[in-house]
């Protein structure tokens, strides 16, 4: 009896390990949570209901009086979120919106916008949610494609401006206009609270139409438009609720996002949160200032962030607001590896819910991290998610001049390094209605798709990252497509270079991209550095460059540095890399594409030397007249 309790034990034993270093339990529960998602949406659409309205619905009779939206201006409750989506639904048919039409948004974060979102679901509509950023050329372009007859405006002022300034383009599109404003709220208060046609409108809807259409953010060219399909929303709900462990209902979890709606980050979560019987919480806009008063006001248990928000607030002086405040999880995409375990350690907050995904969602990993093994990748795969995702999630190898697929000469197929060294992802797909394509949009999803890639016949959708996976399934980002650049022969993944500059004490951010110079072929590498205002005036140029030269290869080490003080970011968070690209480390275009750093100081490493000093003009001038070789 003794043997067989020793042979009982020891098998357990063996079996805990073989699960602790594979993760076969995480995989499994991976498996089953994402097959769930997909029974569910089928469960439901066959019976008319795979629109997540009847899902709010059914949180709002379960829990009428529980606080749906917290906003520093008024909380609603779920009753007040159902009642008010009615009368919006309402207005929306009297100003002639049809089953299965698009409506523009272009609004800042307000409980408005999740609540007219919730009333176009409830007649079988879609927001189209366009950058309140955007003015000009982009902005009628993004209108026009959307399809929209309406139109919500913001009462922001400058909203109001941007869209003033292109009012006769916009009337052209044949838009109705409408301010969301007291006048609004006085309108809607006149409308039956109850949904149209007993919300007939909202059943049979297709998995493919949008539950929202979003937008690429068009850093190099005009935005793209990109439906996130009924299916893809309402099959996910049950993977995020199991990865996120979140508690539903009176006094369970709230979720707090100051991210813009218009951002599928921020959008999709809240979203998902309200359908799911969970609590949000909603901020203007992101400010290090009211960040951690309104997750403390709030009470909110989860935030949102996208893009570099973490540095941001690391980077402000300590307060007695850091910890006091009940976050467990922080969800999002974009946290730095260089700061992960930093912003842990300040702010106390023990999970991180970091995903990588697109808007064209083919393509996504996640990785919910409690700790220092997964601490800084983007996703983690066991065993059995990397046998069976080994011949799926394929890196390639790119040409950093073109962006194209380095093939072989004789057999034309792609080359493919191992998973360690990574490449650009491409996902093998069935076929072309994998990925639904961007709205409108013909060209531009075709050139997403690659054929022939490793065999006659075959199709891969281009993820357009490049990415490496550790042989433990970690999973870590390298480069966007066109960052990465080539110098002295070998590729630079700007990323990585970051990282390891993010960690010298007193820099702040790194932002690295290659830059022309004159009679050298590829692109020196520049980083552009903001550095804190207590370490600047005794900032070690020497110790810095002994420090990249030790942890960096030779060619990677930066070149040039940019000391900044207003980092290059888009409108959702991220670096930019483009204007500070474009000008280089030409003194005379400095300025030019970021006007904001038209007074930054250039540094260089040349060749032989052994700290970074000054770059002038006629150091940049030597580099012209082919005297100096780097």
């Given at each position: 009896?003794?043997?067989?309790?020793?042979?009982?034990?020891?098998?357990?034993?063996?079996?805990?390990?073989?699960?602790?270093?594979?993760?076969?339990?995480?995989?499994?529960?991976?498996?089953?949570?994402?097959?769930?998602?997909?029974?569910?949406?089928?469960?439901?659409?066959?019976?008319?209901?795979?629109?997540?309205?009847?899902?709010?619905?059914?949180?709002?009779?379960?829990?009428?009086?529980?606080?749906?939206?917290?906003?520093?201006?008024?909380?609603?409750?779920?009753?007040?979120?159902?009642?008010?989506?009615?009368?919006?639904?309402?207005?929306?048919?009297?100003?002639?919106?049809?089953?299965?039409?698009?409506?523009?948004?272009?609004?800042?974060?307000?409980?408005?916008?999740?609540?007219?979102?919730?009333?176009?679901?409830?007649?079988?509509?879609?927001?189209?949610?366009?950058?309140?950023?955007?003015?000009?050329?982009?902005?009628?372009?993004?209108?026009?494609?959307?399809?929209?007859?309406?139109?919500?405006?913001?009462?922001?002022?400058?909203?109001?401006?941007?869209?003033?300034?292109?009012?006769?383009?916009?009337?052209?599109?044949?838009?109705?206009?409408?301010?969301?404003?007291?006048?609004?709220?006085?309108?809607?208060?006149?409308?039956?609270?109850?949904?149209?046609?007993?919300?007939?409108?909202?059943?049979?809807?297709?998995?493919?139409?949008?539950?929202?259409?979003?937008?690429?953010?068009?850093?190099?060219?005009?935005?793209?438009?990109?439906?996130?399909?009924?299916?893809?929303?309402?099959?996910?709900?049950?993977?995020?609720?199991?990865?996120?462990?979140?508690?539903?209902?009176?006094?369970?979890?709230?979720?707090?996002?100051?991210?813009?709606?218009?951002?599928?980050?921020?959008?999709?979560?809240?979203?998902?949160?309200?359908?799911?019987?969970?609590?949000?919480?909603?901020?203007?806009?992101?400010?290090?200032?009211?960040?951690?008063?309104?997750?403390?006001?709030?009470?909110?248990?989860?935030?949102?962030?996208?893009?570099?928000?973490?540095?941001?607030?690391?980077?402000?002086?300590?307060?007695?607001?850091?910890?006091?405040?009940?976050?467990?999880?922080?969800?999002?995409?974009?946290?730095?590896?260089?700061?992960?375990?930093?912003?842990?350690?300040?702010?106390?907050?023990?999970?991180?819910?970091?995903?990588?995904?697109?808007?064209?969602?083919?393509?996504?990993?996640?990785?919910?991290?409690?700790?220092?093994?997964?601490?800084?990748?983007?996703?983690?795969?066991?065993?059995?998610?990397?046998?069976?995702?080994?011949?799926?999630?394929?890196?390639?190898?790119?040409?950093?001049?073109?962006?194209?697929?380095?093939?072989?000469?004789?057999?034309?197929?792609?080359?493919?390094?191992?998973?360690?060294?990574?490449?650009?992802?491409?996902?093998?797909?069935?076929?072309?209605?994998?990925?639904?394509?961007?709205?409108?949009?013909?060209?531009?999803?075709?050139?997403?798709?690659?054929?022939?890639?490793?065999?006659?016949?075959?199709?891969?959708?281009?993820?357009?990252?490049?990415?490496?996976?550790?042989?433990?399934?970690?999973?870590?980002?390298?480069?966007?497509?066109?960052?990465?650049?080539?110098?002295?022969?070998?590729?630079?993944?700007?990323?990585?270079?970051?990282?390891?500059?993010?960690?010298?004490?007193?820099?702040?951010?790194?932002?690295?991209?290659?830059?022309?110079?004159?009679?050298?072929?590829?692109?020196?590498?520049?980083?552009?550095?903001?550095?804190?205002?207590?370490?600047?005036?005794?900032?070690?140029?020497?110790?810095?460059?002994?420090?990249?030269?030790?942890?960096?290869?030779?060619?990677?080490?930066?070149?040039?540095?940019?000391?900044?003080?207003?980092?290059?970011?888009?409108?959702?968070?991220?670096?930019?890399?483009?204007?500070?690209?474009?000008?280089?480390?030409?003194?005379?275009?400095?300025?030019?594409?970021?006007?904001?750093?038209?007074?930054?100081?250039?540094?260089?490493?040349?060749?032989?030397?052994?700290?970074?000093?000054?770059f002038r003009k006629g150091d940049w001038g030597g580099l012209v007249d082919g005297?100096?070789?780097?």
């Amino acid at each position: 009896m003794a043997l067989v309790a020793a042979s009982v034990a020891g098998a357990a034993t063996g079996a805990a390990y073989l699960n602790a270093k594979f993760h076969i339990t995480k995989d499994l529960s991976t498996l089953s949570a994402l097959r769930q998602g997909d029974r569910n949406y089928a469960t439901a659409a066959a019976k008319g209901k795979g629109n997540v309205w009847f899902l709010f619905e059914d949180v709002a009779r379960r829990h009428p009086d529980m606080t749906c939206i917290w906003t520093r201006e008024a909380l609603y409750t779920c009753r007040g979120v159902v009642t008010l989506a009615a009368r919006y639904a309402q207005f929306f048919r009297s100003k002639g919106v049809q089953k299965g039409e698009v409506v523009a948004f272009y609004l800042q974060n307000s409980a408005d916008f999740l609540i007219a979102w919730l009333a176009l679901l409830s007649i079988g509509c879609a927001p189209a949610t366009v950058n309140y950023n955007l003015t000009g050329d982009a902005l009628v372009h993004c209108l026009k494609i959307s399809g929209a007859r309406l139109f919500l405006v913001d009462e922001d002022e400058g909203c109001q401006a941007r869209v003033e300034e292109c009012k006769t383009k916009i009337d052209e599109l044949g838009m109705e206009r409408v301010t969301v404003d007291a006048t609004l709220a006085q309108t809607l208060s006149s409308f039956p609270a109850t949904v149209p046609e007993k919300g007939k409108l909202a059943r049979n809807m297709a998995g493919e139409y949008p539950a929202i259409l979003l937008y690429t953010s068009g850093t190099t060219g005009m935005p793209k438009a990109c439906a996130f399909t009924m299916a893809r929303l309402y099959s996910g709900l049950t993977y995020r609720r199991g990865s996120i462990n979140d508690r539903t209902g009176p006094g369970g979890d709230r979720w707090y996002s100051c991210m813009p709606l218009y951002h599928g980050t921020s959008a999709i979560a809240m979203m998902v949160s309200l359908v799911t019987g969970v609590s949000v919480a909603l901020g203007k806009r992101f400010s290090v200032r009211h960040f951690w008063q309104d997750i403390h006001d709030s009470e909110s248990t989860v935030f949102v962030y996208v893009g570099e928000v973490a540095r941001y607030l690391l980077a402000a002086p300590p307060s007695p607001l850091d910890r006091d405040h009940r976050v467990r999880c922080m969800y999002g995409n974009g946290l730095r590896p260089d700061i992960w375990e930093k912003f842990r350690q300040r702010f106390g907050v023990a999970e991180v819910g970091e995903f990588f995904n697109s808007t064209e969602g083919v393509f996504g990993l996640f990785n919910h991290n409690r700790g220092p093994f997964s601490a800084g990748s983007v996703g983690h795969h066991g065993l059995l998610l990397r046998l069976l995702l080994r011949n799926v999630y394929v890196p390639v190898a790119i040409d950093p001049y073109t962006g194209d697929v380095l093939r072989d000469e004789k057999t034309g197929f792609a080359e493919r390094p191992s998973h360690e060294t990574g490449g650009e992802i491409l996902v093998n797909i069935p076929n072309e209605e994998a990925f639904q394509g961007y709205w409108k949009n013909q060209d531009a999803t075709k050139k997403k798709y690659l054929r022939d890639v490793f065999r006659k016949g075959d199709l891969y959708y281009r993820s357009g990252d490049a990415l490496r996976r550790q042989s433990d399934g970690r999973w870590y980002f390298l480069d966007r497509l066109g960052d990465t650049f080539r110098w002295k022969s070998e590729n630079v993944a700007t990323a990585e270079v970051a990282e390891v500059l993010g960690h010298y004490p007193g820099i702040q951010e790194a932002n690295v991209y290659g830059v022309l110079v004159p009679h050298h072929e590829g692109r020196a590498g520049c980083a552009a550095l903001q550095i804190s205002p207590e370490a600047k005036s005794k900032f070690d140029y020497r110790d810095l460059a002994s420090y990249a030269r030790a942890r960096l290869p030779k060619y990677a080490v930066p070149v040039f540095l940019r000391i900044v003080e207003n980092p290059s970011h888009i409108h959702n968070h991220k670096q930019n890399k483009v204007p500070l690209r474009e000008e280089g480390v030409d003194p005379e275009k400095t300025g030019q594409k970021a006007p904001e750093g038209a007074e930054d100081q250039f540094y260089w490493l040349p060749p032989g030397e052994a700290e970074y000093r000054e770059f002038r003009k006629g150091d940049w001038g030597g580099l012209v007249d082919g005297k100096a070789r780097l």
